[in-house]
């Protein structure tokens, strides 16, 4: 029931001259696995969604769903939407208003001839896994942002697709709306056994969701990984930038390879890619969360700073913390600020948590200038 997917040197170019919204993007999705395409808005994640939906026509490339091509540029070949079997849920509430929430999720069976009695057994489950069991006779324009996407969700699983695409389903959502449902979409999509393609802009959203998640810029599928591989060895700085490593700073190379020289003088051990020539100018990304700020003396901390800048988060405090000749942010969870501007700290960095990024890895594109990227 559940199929894989294959995208192979997919290309979308709207117009001869621009460059294309989307530009030899391959990845496969394993039956039943999550897959999330994570990047800033405008990286073309919808228009690879809308092209695996058959709602889009790719200008390269080839698109197979369960072993079966449904796209191939080469040859014109197009199989229409309605008959690749895909359920999609979109960022906005996409629920029809003069129905019942029952009315809503049945209405994907009506269109297929499904007995009366089918219909409704599958309906009750298409509601009970999506939880809203007990809105069946509501009207959907009573329902929360939240229960108008459960209501999307159950409508869009109902017929049991070979492959669920998700277009930022909770953008529209208010916080804790948003942060329940993306727990329990996870629940849900698993428990169906759905493949699944995902998209948002949203890193926190991705890491929760995905099995593995592929970053995007620029038309670009950077890196492709696992979410622990992703945050641990981004493939390149963009990637390490977009998934929350704030802290880049310029160096070149150390003698031996072990160390990144700073401007100042300021030498930080790294592990060095193979390959880098002492010398080379790189860049060490490091996430604030690595960053171990400890009393002044501490032993084995390999630097000391001064605290310029505290902010309180209520669950966590950031810290700029001047060293080096850099101003570093670090990140310490806990209810209690720890240290005030103006204190003197140590501040352990782990060899392990300096990513150091030479020649293409390292460059800046479509970083912001605020450090973090893509929000
Ligand atoms: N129908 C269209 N015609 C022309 N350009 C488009 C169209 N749809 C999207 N684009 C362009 O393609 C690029 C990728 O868009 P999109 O896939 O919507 O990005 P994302 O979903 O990552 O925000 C953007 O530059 C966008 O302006
Ligand atoms: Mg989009």
Known sequence: MSADLTVEELEKSFAPGLRPAVDRVSFHVPAGEIVVLLGPSGCGKTTTLRMV?????????????????????????????????????????????????????????????????????????????VGLEDYAGRSVTALSGGQMQRVALARALVYQPQLLLLDEPLSNLDAKLRLRLRDDLRRIIKETGVTALYVTHDQAEAVVLGDRIGVMRDGHLLQMSDPVTLYNRPADLFVANFTGASNMLEGRVGEGGRSIVLPGGGVLPAEIPAGARTGEAAVVAIRPENLLLSAPGNEGAGLHGTVVAETFHGTQTVYQVEALGVTLEAVEMGTVPRFAPGAAVAIQVPAAACRVFTGRAAERTGIDAEGRGGH
């Open 53 to 129: 939906a058959g709602l889009e026509r790719p200008t390269g490339g080839v698109i197979s769903i369960g072993g079966r091509v449904v796209a191939r540029a080469a040859t014109g070949q197009l199989v229409p939407a309605q008959h690749r079997e895909i359920g999609m849920v979109f960022q906005s509430y996409a629920v029809w208003p003069h129905m019942t929430v029952q009315e809503n999720v049945a209405y994907p069976l009506r269109h297929r001839k499904v007995s009366r009695a089918d219909i409704r057994t599958k309906v009750a489950q298409a509601l009970e896994l």
